[in-house]
């Protein structure tokens, strides 16, 4: 079953940087393509970040030139490097695989435990 850990949330001042990270058990992990994602209570999970198995990053426009997705393959971790943070940007952020998620074995969708980003002076 495969395991995803987020970190590296926190509160930051409109401006400031955070660099989460992913970590990610259980599976062949180089073989994923993986994205990050992000949800404000109430509103629908987003997916902001995507990077290929081999690399190539995509990005929805409100984080571009902000955001930077990597991977490490030989650590089996994704990571996401936030700059110039915005308000907006607050919410809890999650990674998986995309384009389908995780799923258990029972076949439900799997997230872990998320990383809240919190953008407020």
């Known amino acids: 079953q495969v395991q995803l850990v987020e970190s590296g949330g926190g509160l930051v001042q409109p401006g400031g940087s955070l660099r989460l990270a992913c970590a990610v058990s259980?599976?062949?992990?180089?073989?994923?393509?993986m994205g990050w994602y992000r949800q404000i209570p109430g509103k629908q999970r987003e997916l902001v970040a995507v990077?290929?198995?081999?690399?190539?990053?995509n990005y929805v426009d409100s984080v571009k030139g902000r955001f930077t997705i990597s991977r490490d393959n030989a650590k089996n971790t994704v990571y996401l490097q936030m700059n110039s943070l915005k308000p907006e940007d607050t919410a809890v952020y999650y990674c998986?695989?995309?384009?389908?998620?995780?799923?258990?074995?029972?076949?439900?969708?799997?997230w872990g435990q998320g990383t809240q980003v919190t953008v407020s002076s």
């Open positions: 998986n695989k995309v384009p389908s998620v995780v799923t258990t074995r029972r076949g439900d969708d799997y």
């Open positions: 259980g599976s062949i992990f180089s073989r994923y393509a």
């Open positions: 990077i290929t198995s081999v690399g190539s990053t």
